[in-house]
């Protein structure tokens, strides 16, 4: 019996991910105990802040995709559900077929136009984030 040797068992982690994991124990130990300098308990307060408005856009981003995967389904579903055009004549149902297909297309938009809109308020968060820690670094030294 030969063994499967893995490489890497886990994918290393990103910079956002650890800063955030970072973020997280620093808040959960400033809670635990409460500072005696006011400004680390503010710049912890501010960091506790910063993680809650990321959780609350990963919930707003992950509701908006499902609602726009559920119309997409829902539109494909009903483009399916148009039989073929016949050669003959004309298949009066085609004018429905495009204007469902139409609004496929804009419900693609729309998700590129979220997940753009998503991806710099993350980045905007990240940024806030990776101050903060800073901060707390330095006043913490």
């Not at 992950?62 to 016949?86: F, M, W």
């Not at 809109?117 to 913490?140: F, G, T, V, W």
């Amino acid at each position: 019996m030969r063994k499967i040797r893995i490489i890497s068992p886990k994918p290393r982690k990103t910079f956002s991910e650890r800063l955030e994991r970072h973020a997280r124990a620093l808040v959960t130990h400033g809670q635990l105990r409460e500072s005696s300098d006011p400004i680390v308990s503010l710049v912890e307060r501010d960091m506790a802040l910063t993680l809650d408005h990321l959780d609350r856009l990963r919930g707003v981003h992950r509701r908006i995709n499902k609602s726009l995967v559920r119309h997409e389904c829902d539109l494909g579903t009903a483009i399916l559900q148009r039989e073929p055009r016949p050669p003959v004549y004309v298949d009066p149902r085609l004018p429905e077929r495009d204007k469902l297909r139409d609004r496929l297309r804009k419900l693609d938009e729309e998700r590129r136009r979220w997940s753009v809109q998503y991806a710099k308020d993350l980045q905007s968060l990240m940024d806030r984030l990776l101050s903060l820690s800073s901060k707390h670094r330095e006043l913490k030294q």
